[in-house]
DNA sequence: GATGACTTGATATTCTATAACATTCAGGGC
DNA sequence: GCCCTGAATGTTATAGAATATCAAGTCATC
């Protein structure tokens, strides 16, 4: 699913609370107001953000939260498949399909630094075989493509 | 390639040198001993080491190096493509085909932490069509898979 | 032997993440 | 209601990974 440049911000932001206010209580895990807090700071951005600009957003108007803070709930966050982590950038990014967990698959504009995230099953098809010929039984994997992407190429 | 778990490990190293020095000769890059020891250590743990793993050894039984030292060679051996660095772990291992160029695939045994590097054409081309496909132009990738491996099966 | 480019040394700092322990909070059983 | 328990959050300190900056050394070339 490729993440739109242009649209209603908050509206998207809306949709993926109230998606996880629902799958949490599907899946009777607590949806706490830090860690609702801490998802929409995460959309907020539409790219990446490192879990210091979290902090730093977080502790805006208030007394300064500590590091903890922040990874605990990313933890959750990411434990739950309502957020990604970009290895390559050491940031991390709302998922664009919580209701299914999964790992995700990027593709990262080296110039906008936007994020898509491909949910093709057929990619992460060719993964896992890739995985068996090699003699590994399949976990997860992390795939960060690097590219320049439609729009900035034009 | 798979990385063998039993074999002549000196030799393997020795090869690895030697592959190096003969190819930068041919770029006429400068293969200084600073680089040749920081490759040797890197491929003297035959699993994915960290830079301060590598700056710990390359300290002993002298003054302590500081850490710009290691990066610098690190940095000079990614390039050259003699080494690897794992996203996911921090971490960087000797390339098993320095000749030509190419970004790491690699499988992660998360049980023995041994790696697997796949030089699998099919797999790169299926990636590079997966960035087409969502509009963007290929530049790189990275792919780390964790799994376990045969050995640690049975 | 002077010049300039590259390499390495050295110091300090930034950025990323976790360990360990204290406190607070929500819900269940009495 | 009250206590108990486990989960969540707060707090302090530290570990781990990487880079910025400037100084000093090396080496080929003029």
Partial sequence: ?????????????????????????????????????????????????????????????????APPTVYRALDFLIEEGFVHRIESLNAFVGC????????????ICTKCSNVTEMNERSLHDVIEAAAKANGYSYENSILEIAGICENCRN
């Fill in 1 to 65: 699913m490729v993440l739109k440049h242009k649209h209603d911000h908050d509206a998207c932001i809306e949709t993926a609370l109230e998606a996880a206010q629902k799958i949490c209580e599907e899946r009777e895990t607590r949806f706490t107001p830090l860690r609702r807090r801490v998802l929409e700071l995460v959309w907020s951005k539409h790219e990446p953000i490192t879990a210091y600009e979290v902090l730093d957003l977080l502790s805006e108007g208030q007394k300064r939260v």
């Fill in 96 to 107: 664009s399909d919580p209701a299914h967990k999964h790992q995700g698959h990027f593709m």
